[in-house]
């Protein structure tokens, strides 16, 4: 059976009869016998019994009534969510991003495509490495992925997002607040950071390799929640991007600019080609404030 079948055989049962049955739905009424006829041949019992003008259930279409009603009603959910996708008001969509860019710039772009479109569900993977990020959207676990640093390109597609500003954060004040400081002064009092591999330890590193000096830190936790608890428990001074640093501040901790100036750039990534229109609405929107950058095709060509 299929979903006309079922849909003939509800009419029928609602109606009472073939003829009003057949009027309501637009078709001949030969054409509805023959489908009821087919549908009792396939479940092997009759459906209907005749009464009057009209016609009733039999005990086997009593049985099938509320079933069919609620087959009817999951393609209707089918055709509802599929419609819904497509116009960009309902859904699902999977993103995949390390906590640094999770706190700033995805928590308030979640929050301003929460609000135009409310019945859009968002699920955020939080990956161990950067490569967890790009190996997650090339295989399809995530629809959309935040990194930074330089933006893939092969069968990635990549939009710029944001800069971050990177800044010092220091354990609460025990002296004078210095107006800057470099990455060797943060050496010199001990860095606190995430292992090797994730996103906050590439940028440290890179950092202190700029300035000659071994990628090496003193307190190295493998939990990113813990370095703010870490460098005001007086571990030792972190570097990280103002939106974490601004949840720092607010805990006590002294955010000093970098000297030089530091930022890090962050990107959208996704499968070239490959994205639903609900994706493509949240890449949209992402693109849609003052801070969006160009599209970045596949072949590195702006668009």
Not at 62 to 85: D, I, M, N
Request: charged share 20%.
């Amino acid at each position: 059976m299929d979903r006309r079948h079922l849909e003939y055989f509800v009419a029928v049962a609602e109606l009472g009869s073939f003829t009003r049955a057949a009027q309501s739905l637009s078709i001949a009424q030969p054409s509805l016998s023959h489908a009821i006829g087919w549908l009792e041949r396939d479940l092997g019992s009759r459906l209907f019994e005749r009464h009057g003008r009209g016609v009733r259930l039999t005990p086997a279409g009593e049985a099938l009534l509320e079933p069919a009603r609620r087959s009817l009603r999951s393609f209707q959910v089918a055709r509802g969510a599929v419609r819904a996708v497509s116009e960009g008001g309902f859904g699902h969509l999977t993103l995949i991003t390390n906590t640094l860019w999770a706190v700033d710039p995805l928590a308030r772009l979640i929050g301003g495509f929460r609000q135009q479109h409310p019945g859009v569900r968002l699920s955020v993977a939080d990956p161990a490495r950067r490569s967890d990020v790009l190996d997650a959207v090339r295989l399809g676990g995530a629809e959309i992925g935040l990194l930074d640093g330089r933006p893939p390109q092969g069968i990635l597609a990549s939009r710029w997002l944001a800069e971050q500003e990177l800044v010092a954060v220091l354990p609460a004040a025990t002296g004078p607040t210095p107006a800057a400081l470099s990455i060797e002064d943060l050496d010199a009092i001990g860095l606190v950071c995430t292992p090797a591999g994730t996103a906050l330890r590439a940028i440290v590193d890179d950092l202190l390799e700029t300035m000659g000096l071994p990628s090496e830190v003193t307190v190295e936790t493998a939990h990113l929640a813990s370095v703010v608890p870490l460098v005001l428990a007086g571990a030792g001074a972190a570097v990280l991007p103002t939106g974490l640093a601004a949840e720092a501040a607010a805990k006590g901790s002294r955010v000093v600019p970098l000297a030089p100036a530091a930022r890090s750039e962050v990107h959208l990534v996704w499968r070239d080609g490959r994205l639903s229109p609900l994706a493509r609405r949240f890449v949209d929107f992402c693109a849609s404030g003052d801070d969006a950058g160009s599209e970045v095709a596949a072949d590195g060509r702006s668009v």
